[in-house]
């Protein structure tokens, strides 16, 4: 018998690695009363404490996503509404700013339901047809090219690549977010690389940049929903982390494939997916 005590978090370091415990413990006496000892329990709670942390960092990072496009948009509609004798020119630039930022908004704000929708079970509701996927990499390596004007974007496959089954928006959302994500962290420029190539049933798709790269121990984490690497490079590109989460998603679940990155800091990283050609058939 005892009074139970919670006592302050422990940080123990083992081996190097930082872990948090929260320490319950409680003294134990025999039937006179006297103290025998003291039992404590060690509760290991840092994989909660950061899934804590990055949740108040998406928090932020979403918040600032959420505004960025809404002050561009209320900006160039007040600037329109002061009619101060713009040319058509002019007039259809902004209008032009106001659609990509519109475009921004949604496409974040269905990152937001898509996740809410794995989380709760669901898988993202698939619709499959025939794709050409030679002809979906093109579209979307030359949408990503008007992005930048740092990088240069090659595409390197076979002229005739096999038509596929698959679900085509969610395709190209994963190559859009793949390319997106190479350009977006490589601020200094350099090649960003589509590959495409079939091995047997499968093709292998390939994304390669010459950016900041990915530490070892964030390769397989990156993946996880709102995981970011936050270091001195990083910190001041903006995003929420459920990028790949959901490009994971499309290819593995709706798609039965796998995805993986490679990566070397200061050198640049690829991530690759597979996925089966003859969807339908299985
Ligand atoms: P976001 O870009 O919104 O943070 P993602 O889920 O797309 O979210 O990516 C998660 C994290 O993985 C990024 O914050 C970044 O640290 C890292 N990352 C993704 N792609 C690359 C890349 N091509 N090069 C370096 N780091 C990357």
């Known amino acids: ?104 908004l949604t ?36 949408i990503q090219k008007q992005s930048t004007s740092k990088h240069k974007l090659v595409l390197d496959a076979p002229a005739e690549l096999p038509e596929i089954v698959g679900d085509e928006d969610k395709l190209d959302q994963v190559l859009t977010n793949l390319l997106n994500n190479s350009i977006k962290y490589a601020p200094n420029g350099g ?16 994304v390669a940049d010459e950016g900041l790269g990915i530490p070892k121990e964030h390769l397989a984490k990156v993946f996880d929903k709102f995981h970011r690497v936050n270091n001195d490079d990083n910190r001041k590109i903006y995003g929420t982390g459920l990028g790949l989460y959901l490009v994971k998603h499309l290819v593995e679940t709706v798609h039965l494939g796998k995805i993986w990155a490679e990566s070397e800091v200061g050198k640049g990283s690829t991530f690759y ?3 089966p050609s003859n969807l339908d058939e299985d």
């Open 191 to 206: 090649t960003v690389t589509l590959s495409c190539k079939v091995e047997g049933d499968e093709l292998l798709v390939g």
């Open 107 to 142: 496409r974040l704000i269905n990152d937001l339901l898509n996740t809410a929708r794995i989380e709760a079970g669901e898988s993202l509701r698939p619709n499959y047809s025939k794709v050409n996927f030679r002809q979906l990499l093109e579209k979307v390596l030359m």
């Open 1 to 104: 018998r005892g009074e139970e005590k919670a006592k302050p978090d422990a940080t123990i370091s083992i081996n190097g690695i930082e872990r948090i415990y929260q320490v319950q413990s409680a003294q134990v006496r025999n039937e006179e009363g006297k103290p025998l000892g003291i039992v404590a329990i060690l509760n290991d709670y840092t994989d909660i404490r950061n899934i804590e942390r990055m949740k108040s960092s998406f928090v932020a990072m979403a918040s600032h996503e959420l505004r960025t496009p809404l002050t561009a948009i209320k900006g160039f509609v007040s600037t329109l509404l002061m009619d101060d004798g713009f040319s058509k020119d002019e007039e259809r630039e902004f209008y032009m700013i106001i659609d990509q930022e519109c475009d921004r």
């Open 273 to 275: 997916f597979r996925i």
